[in-house]
Structure formats: structure tokens, C-alpha cells
């Protein structure tokens, strides 16, 4: 990390009040001063509550992400691209740690199996963007750049916001003021998909969808600029191009949601609806064109393919539970049989490995919820798996065959051969996994709103400093 020259433009809080600062980075960028001309650029477009059923690709009706369908057309398709958690922030913890979140810390124990984020009440203060100029790591707080809701309007009656514009004029700018300079790294995260949603005036009423339909054709176009941005700089060639989401759509926001296909349930549980969205790779020249691939993939590895590209060693001393799978790019045929451990905060639910899914725990959406109309499964009731409260099976685990049944609608008699036959081979994966299973101290148990940033540094030149409130911790009360 020494010769590189950082450029970072955070979002550090979400006054919108559903993820953590994680979910609003906007882009995250980092560029090599001195490297050789056979390392690739590397963009990661991660969007925010996208389903697998959102892209044209994957069958969506109205067919309305040309761009990215093109994407998946000139490059890889993966079928089984799983998140790390089913809802934002500890999935992109994982993402940029390449660690379960039950490793790096992202996780609460106050009560087992519970979904955890950064909440923000009305009270709390704006979040504000930060840029960060050499030397990389800087051991100094960041300087405040300016607070969020005073320069990007989200009008959320209207659902109107130029915000995808911003992120996508940003990233335009960085590739052509870097594509000459050495290998680059683009963390592309704008969140207009996630409830309220939104678009810009140029893009409002142009979706048959509605306005999240609005809000994904910005998207699309947004991701077309960028790859004609890489073509005009003469990068393309030397740019693998990633195109995935946080977690599944979340069908609690109804209209305003987007569609997770075949697949079970959404956003907030361990069913393929909630963990299992798009994956696309783009490298023209490298990725043969049209090609899909059958392997399993975790977004935790993508912090190991990508270092593997990078000819970076992967971090010692911890577990590293994404794998350097660059190979897989360049031979889509190749599938590496290897385990995939859904986590509902800190507890194991269910186990992916090959084309079976056991459930060890199930939970869809607490009654208490239901009670006010959220539902995380709406029109979706499979008896004893779609359990509306914490369920454990570990005497007796629910198995599906994903492959032929990815709606999770069928699960396998307990009394088959092909149900004794697959059990014990997946028990011992999670035996494997939890005898080895170092847990990090968990991050989120406590709360208080004192420790936001009301008055962070460089907030005094710029007249925008905030009064925290007094300190008062409580043990955080985590629903769902």
C-alpha cells in the first residue's frame, strides 16, 4: 500500500435511516501510482435492494436494462451469486473485508439471529462526505467536505433526486483523470433502488415499473456512461467490470421494490430471495463473451479475486472466507464444490454447497410485524420453512435441491435416499465451519447517539458543527 495514491469520497451515515455508513459509500476509489501495465482496473457496481429479477437478463417482463443486460451479453453471467447477510450493512462489511460478519464484528448478540444495522432516528445528524488525498493509510481524522442533505436533495414525496447523476459524473471523472495513470480500483454504490426510491427529472414516469422502475433505468444508464467512459479512455480491455447487489429486493416496500425472480422470500432472511442476486462480470478479451458460470459465488469473493489479480497476498493472521476465483472467470466451466454459510445476524440458518440447501433455522417475518402489515414473504407460504418465528430443524434440517427447485417450494423427504445421502455430507461442512469458527467481538450490542459524528473534524472552518446530546448507552433492541 505504499506507492498508492488514495482518492476517497464517503457517505458516512444515512439520514434515509435504514444501513450504515457501509451502505452509503458512494465511491470508494484507489489508484496504484507505479504499477506495471498487465494489472487490470477493477470497477464493483453495487447496487442497493436489487433483485435477481430486476435485469432484463434474468427475464423481467418490460425488459429495461439494456446496458447491463449488454453487460452480462459480452461477458459472464454467474447463477448463484450469494451476499455474505441479507440486508445492507453487514453484507457490504463482508464484501470489503472478504469476512463473514460474524467474523469481522459486524453482529449483535443481544438476541440470537437478529438482522443488525446502524439505525438513525430524526435526531441524529446529517451524514457528510470526506475526501482523502495521500499518504494511504492516513492515521488523521478526515476532514468534513460538507453535509449531506445541504448539497444532494432527495425530495422524497416526489421521489426526484439527481443523486444517481452525481455518482455517475463522479465516476466518469475518475476514470478519465486515472485510466492514463496505472491500474485503478471503482466502488460504484449509488442507493436510489433502496425505499424512497428515486430518479432524476430526465428519468421520472419513463419506467413501465413505476418509480423503482424509474429509479433502475437511471441506474442502467448510469452503468452504460461508465463502460462508454472506460471505451473512450482505451481501458476497456484492461477493466473487469463487476455488476451485483447488497442483498435481495426488499418486497416489504411493495410497488416500490424491486422483483427477486423464482426465488423465496426477500430482503431480511436466509431464503435465496434475501442472499442470492445478480452477478455479472465484464473483461472484453479475457471473459469470454455470453459465457455462464455454474459456480457458487460469495460476494466475499470478490476481496479475494480481486487481491488475486492484483498479485496482493490476502491479509494474515484472520479467516479469509472469500476465495480467489479469477480462474473462474477466464474458465466459466470450472466449479469449485465449496460451502456457503447464510447467517442471520449471528446464527448459522442454512448451508449452500453444490445444488443443495439445508435449512438448519428458519424464520421469515416476526408475527408482530406481519401485525402491521410487513412482509418480507408476502403471497409466499411454504409450510415449515416460511416460519414466522425462529425455527430450528437441527434435529431434522429442511434440504432442497436448488438446482431443480430454487423457489425453495419442495424440500426433500427426510425419508429419501437423496435426502440421507446429502444431509451428513452438508452437516460436516458446518461441523468443519464451526470447529474453526473464530467469532469477532460483536460491534452493534450497544447504542447511543452521542457517538455519531455531530461535530467531526474540519466542521469548525465550514461553520457546521452540531451539539452532541449526552451520553447515554443502551443495549441495542434489534426486531428483526
Partial sequence: MKNRSVVSVSVMYS????????????????????????LPNVIIMLMDDMGWGDLGWNGEPSRETPNIDQLASEGLTVTSMYTAAPLCS?????????????????????????????????????????????????????????????????????????????????????????????????????????????????????????????????????????????????????????FTSDNGAALVSKQEGGSNGPFLCGKQTTYEGGMRVPGVFWWPGVIPAGSVSQQVWTQMDLFSTV?????????????????PLANSLIHPHLEIFRPVFLYRGNRLMAVRQGSYKMHLWTWSTPTYELAKGIDYCPGADVHNVTTSTPTDHSDRPVLFNIAVDPGERYPISSHSAEYSSQVPVLLQAVFDHRAKLKRGEPQLNWCDRAVMHWAPPGCEALGKCLKPPASNPTLCNWPH
Fill in 15 to 38: 439520514v434515509r435511516g435504514k444501513c450504515n455508513w457501509l451502505l452509503a459509500i458512494g465511491l470508494l476509489l484507489f489508484t496504484p501510482a507505479a504499477a506495471t501495465d498487465d
Fill in 307 to 323: 487481491a488475486q489479480l492484483a498479485g496482493v497476498p490476502l491479509p494474515q493472521g484472520r479467516q479469509i472466507d472469500g476465495l
Fill in 90 to 242: 453487514p453484507s457490504r462489511a463482508s464484501l470489503l473485508t472478504g469476512r463473514l460478519p460474524i467474523r469481522n464484528g459486524f453482529y449483535s448478540n443481544n438476541t440470537a439471529g437478529r438482522n443488525v444495522y446502524n439505525f438513525l432516528s430524526p435526531h441524529y445528524p446529517p451524514l457528510y462526505i470526506t475526501e482523502l488525498s495521500p499518504p494511504y493509510p492516513s492515521p488523521e481524522p478526515l476532514p468534513l467536505h460538507t453535509r449531506y442533505y445541504e448539497d444532494f436533495s432527495i425530495n422524497r414525496v416526489r421521489g426526484l433526486s439527481n443523486m444517481t447523476q452525481l455518482f455517475t459524473q463522479e465516476a466518469i471523472g475518475f476514470i478519465e483523470r486515472e485510466a492514463g495513470r496505472g491500474p485503478f480500483f471503482l466502488l460504484w454504490a449509488p442507493d436510489s433502488t433502496h425505499a424512497p426510491t428515486y430518479a432524476s427529472d430526465a428519468f421520472r414516469g419513463t419506467s413501465r415499473r413505476g418509480r423503482y422502475g424509474d429509479a433502475v433505468r437511471e441506474l442502467d444508464a448510469g452503468v452504460g456512461a461508465i463502460i462508454e467512459a472506460l471505451r473512450h479512455a482505451g481501458v476497456d480491455n484492461n477493466t473487469l467490470v463487476v
